[in-house]
């Protein structure tokens, strides 16, 4: 038997040997004593109703989920006035972007995002052999939706647009996106990441969904792990064109949404007064921030998700520091953002622990 050692960087995919693992935050044993601002998740949890329709549900743990999700691809339907053979689920939006990329990209494709933009964009080009062109942000952190357009080759395949945007809360506006969705040639796909968006005012603010019928080539994401709550049971959607859904459906995984999600995320969409007290709870928790941070002469990035970026000048020195009096934030070194924390916008009570965290370890730092 010949025992040398194989080298295994020469068999997997080219384009993931320069990736590194998702290494998510090291999680407390305990929750109970630590505010946990580093994830982006819901500040109440999810609706009554979806955890008793997981409970319920629960003695059926063994048998297999719906495959087609039909059930809840219908209350989608009604929830976002589109076509239920348009909407394709995932574990998660992240799994939703993995089907929608694996189903249109090639190695030789291109794939547009912009800089800061949300970190599994350049990793889904790598995983399909595609090319990853990552555009400039404009001088506010945002997506520079002129110089994506500008971006746009024969051999653009794929663009993702996160609206808002994660890490940064950054935004563009109708105008902005009606522009740009206009302006890209109808071979190119759209992608309008929309995880956010239940925390804006879409009489204001874009909505995807109301460009789906002008535009054949635009794809919407979302889910169900912000604002509804439900981070744990890994619900998202894509809202398409029919016959692109059909194409991203025979990729999707059978089962890849399981039973317990699907009721959870059923139930958590008849409880609209939860997500309202959700979404208002967090507008305050978001005043109450950035009126302190005002106060104090601290830089931020204004945002419109349920979390804001704050300048600390050492992004993980700040974060280890907090980590110490179990305050959980995320530092943005790895976006290249390296002097700034993200901090989930909590209860009222975790945001004012949060924030005394920080101004205390500024101050040690700079006496």
């Known amino acids: 038997m010949n025992m040398e050692s194989l080298d295994f960087s020469k068999l997997v995919v080219p384009g993931i040997t320069g990736l590194r693992a998702f290494k998510p935050p090291?999680?407390?044993?305990?929750?109970?004593?630590?505010?946990?601002?580093?994830?982006?998740?819901?500040?109440?949890?999810?609706?009554?109703?979806?955890?008793?329709?997981?409970?319920?549900?629960?003695?059926d743990a063994h048998y297999y989920p719906d495959t087609a999700g039909q059930p809840l691809r219908s209350q989608l339907a009604q929830h976002t006035n589109a076509d239920p053979d348009g909407i394709t689920l995932g574990n998660g939006s992240?799994?939703?972007?993995?089907?929608?990329?694996?189903?249109?990209c090639s190695p030789g494709d291109e794939i547009v995002f912009s800089q800061y933009a949300f970190a599994v964009y350049p990793i889904l080009a790598a995983i399909v052999g595609a090319k990853a062109v990552q555009v400039p942000a404009d001088v506010n952190y945002g997506h520079d939706l002129a110089a994506m357009a500008a971006a746009v080759t024969s051999k653009t395949k794929l663009i993702f647009i996160a609206n808002p945007n994660n890490p940064t809360g950054t935004w563009n506006s109708i105008e902005q996106i009606e522009t740009f969705i206009a302006a890209v040639p109808r071979h190119v796909i759209v992608v309008l990441d929309e995880a956010y968006i239940e925390y804006c005012n879409t009489e204001t603010f874009p909505n995807g969904l109301n460009?789906?019928?002008?535009?054949?080539?635009?794809?919407?994401?979302?889910?169900?792990?912000?604002?509804?709550?439900?981070?744990?049971?890994?619900?998202?959607?894509?809202?398409?064109?029919?016959?692109?859904?059909?194409?991203?459906?025979?990729?999707?995984?059978?089962?890849?949404?399981?039973?317990?999600?699907?009721?959870?995320?059923?139930?958590?969409?008849?409880?609209?007064?939860?997500?309202?007290?959700?979404v208002s709870l967090t507008h305050s928790g978001m005043a109450q921030i950035t009126e302190q941070l005002i106060d104090r002469g601290m830089d931020y990035i204004p945002s419109k998700g349920n979390f804001v970026c704050v300048n600390v000048g050492d992004a993980m020195q700040t974060t280890m520091a907090l980590r110490a009096k179990d305050v959980l934030v995320t530092?943005?070194?790895?976006y290249g953002l390296s002097e700034f924390i993200r901090i989930t916008i909590g209860k009222e009570s975790e945001n004012t622990i949060a924030l005394d965290a920080i101004y205390s370890h500024l101050e040690m730092t700079v006496s």
């Open 211 to 278: 460009y789906l019928s002008r535009y054949p080539n635009l794809i919407v994401t979302r889910t169900f792990s912000k604002a509804w709550g439900l981070a744990a049971m890994r619900v998202g959607y894509a809202i398409s064109d029919p016959i692109l859904a059909d194409y991203f459906n025979r990729v999707r995984q059978p089962f890849n949404v399981n039973r317990l999600a699907l009721a959870a995320a059923s139930a958590a969409l008849t409880d609209v007064d939860h997500l309202e007290k959700v």
């Open 26 to 59: 090291v999680e407390p044993q305990n929750l109970s004593n630590i505010v946990k601002l580093d994830s982006n998740e819901s500040l109440l949890g999810p609706s009554p109703v979806a955890v008793d329709a997981i409970v319920a549900l629960a003695k």
């Open 331 to 334: 530092p943005l070194s790895n």
């Open 94 to 104: 992240n799994d939703v972007l993995d089907i929608i990329t694996r189903a249109l």
